[in-house]
Every structure is written in structure tokens, then in C-alpha cells.
């Protein structure tokens, strides 16, 4: 068995392929999830926040926040109405449009969202009095914050910006 034969045999263990392949089939165009990504940025923005007020000694509640924000939205960007890359079968302009839209406000909100924290936290440490572990670690909270955002507005966008198509 090769390398990538023993990973895909790894990914089938978790039944997450599986799960995205028996949605898919149900609906044509993936499930239209509106609320759930909500849920994901709260959770991950419950974090980011908690990384940056909470005493030294509970940094890693503000990370296991972040970590379950990011789990939830890599869980529905396989679930969403936006096909995952690598499907091409019964792919239309609609779809391609659709993920076109849906990554450039993802990459724009993510654009947006990594200026601003940049500038906050050092702004942040200057005014209130940081100590330098604080400001270490901010940094990665911030980049799990954005990979979080990468992971979930897409699915966001294309919730709802489409009706859920009834399926004949």
C-alpha cells in the first residue's frame, strides 16, 4: 500500500467522506447551512477574545474555543452547498459562480479581519499593559482566528446567498 493509499484509508476510518458523499447524494447542491456557521465564528470569536483577556493560566480555553470553531467549520465546509474541490462531476456555471463568489468574500472578510487584528494587537499592548507573552500569544490566536474565517464564510456566502434547490 502507498503512502496515499494508507491516508485515504485513514480519512474512510473517520466517516467524514462518507457522510459528505450520502448528503451530497441527497441534495444535488449540499446542505444549505445558515445557522451553523454563525455558531462556528461565535465559537472562534468566544476564543480569540478569551486568548486575549483571560489570565495567563486559561490561554487554552481560548485555544480549545478556537479549535472547536475551526473543527465545526471544516466539518460543514465539506457539507455546504459549495462543492468540494476535487468533485467535478455535475459541476455547472451556477456551482463555479457560487464558489467564485463565495471564496472572494471569504478572502476579502479574511483580508479585512487580518489587518485590523494586526493593528489591534499591538495597539492592544500599548495600551493596556501586555506583558510579552501576551502579545506571543495573540499572534497564533489571530492566525487560527483567520484560518477559521477561511474555513467558514464560504459556506455562510453560499447559504445565503441561494435558496436550497428542490431536487426531482
Known amino acids: ?53 483571560a489570565p495567563r493560566h486559561a490561554y487554552a480555553l481560548g485555544f480549545a474555543l478556537l479549535g472547536l470553531g475551526q473543527s465545526v467549520g471544516a466539518t460543514i465546509s465539506l457539507l455546504g452547498p459549495i462543492k468540494p474541490f476535487g468533485t ?36 492592544l499592548a500599548l495600551i493596556e499593559p501586555w506583558e510579552r507573552n501576551r502579545v506571543i500569544v495573540m499572534m497564533p490566536a489571530l492566525a487560527f482566528y483567520l484560518l477559521c474565517l477561511v474555513l467558514t464564510i464560504p459556506t455562510l456566502y453560499a447559504s445565503w446567498a441561494t435558496r436550497p434547490i428542490e431536487d426531482e
Open 88 to 123: 467535478l462531476d455535475g459541476v455547472d456555471e451556477r456551482d463555479r459562480q457560487l464558489r467564485r463568489d463565495s471564496y472572494f468574500a471569504a478572502f476579502a472578510t479574511t483580508t479585512a479581519v487580518a489587518i485590523l487584528g494586526l493593528i489591534a494587537v499591538p495597539g
Open 1 to 53: 500500500m502507498s503512502l496515499l493509499e494508507r491516508l485515504d484509508a485513514l480519512a474512510y476510518l473517520t466517516r467524514i467522506p462518507q457522510m459528505s458523499a450520502r448528503f451530497t447524494a441527497k441534495t444535488k447542491h449540499g446542505l444549505h447551512l445558515r445557522w451553523t456557521p454563525l455558531i462556528a465564528l461565535a465559537l472562534a470569536t468566544a476564543g480569540l477574545v478569551v486568548a486575549a483577556i
